[in-house]
């Protein structure tokens, strides 16, 4: 079976650097994916490992250690609207290409 | 940036009636999703499909639910008869190919009374 977890929630200051962590355990890897959703909204895709290691993308980075089941997603010089949901998730390509979701990490920032 | 839409945004139905949940995806893209996500949890796979038929469902996709993509542009969800556990926003997705990240429409909003 399929498991992805992740903290409910957290919560960091402007301006800050912020690590949401995620485990997975899966029968089969293929990747492993970050989105972001504002309260009421849809998932917006923010990131993809497929590889150990990390992949930066502006403010936003996200890393992957394959042996360990684990990622995390790392927000710098946070912004009030960096307040949301961020969701860990793994597709299933044997099945159709679904996404298997974590419950979402809540991050909440204060100024 | 092209994009899945979806409508209507907010449905309201009584207990027991049919809904249709509309999503027009990406115009190239050939797989396609229908999640749900009940207020307050995570969001769960109902199913996908590629191909003009069902590759993949899950547990909550029972005999209630069925897809269909009639005219090869629209990808609907209907619900037969609706219960009040149904009380969720949906989302439709869509990918290209593989390996690439899903897009999600908005989602409609599905309240149940």
């Known amino acids: 079976g399929q498991n992805i977890d992740q903290p409910t929630e957290m919560t960091a200051t402007e301006g800050a650097i912020v690590q949401i962590n995620c485990t997975y355990q899966t029968s089969g890897f293929n990747g492993l994916f970050w989105y972001q959703q504002h309260a009421g909204e849809a998932p917006t895709f923010l990131s993809y490992?497929?590889?150990?290691g990390l992949e930066e993308k502006g403010r936003f980075s996200s890393f992957l250690s394959r042996s360990k089941g684990y990622s995390y997603l790392l927000l710098k010089e946070l912004q009030m609207k960096d307040s949301a949901s961020y969701l860990c998730?793994?597709?299933?390509?044997?099945?159709?290409?679904?996404?298997?979701f974590g419950q979402g990490t809540e991050l909440s920032v204060k100024p | 940036e092209p994009e899945v839409t979806q409508t209507p945004s907010h449905q309201v139905t009584q207990m027991g009636q049919e809904v249709i949940l509309r999503c027009v995806p990406i115009s190239n893209h050939l797989y396609f999703y229908w999640y749900r996500q009940i207020l307050g949890q995570k969001v769960e796979f109902l199913v996908s499909?590629?191909?003009?038929?069902?590759?993949?469902k899950s547990e909550i996709f029972d005999d209630q639910f069925s897809v269909e993509r009639p005219d090869g542009s629209n990808f609907t969800l209907k619900i037969r008869s609706t219960k009040l556990e149904d009380s969720a926003m949906y989302f439709c997705a869509s990918i290209e190919q593989a390996n690439q990240p899903q897009h999600f429409g908005d989602g409609t909003r599905l309240s149940i009374l």
């Open positions: 998730a793994v597709p299933i390509y044997n099945q159709g290409g679904k996404l298997i």
């Open positions: 499909f590629y191909n003009n038929e069902i590759s993949e």
């Open positions: 490992n497929v590889l150990d």
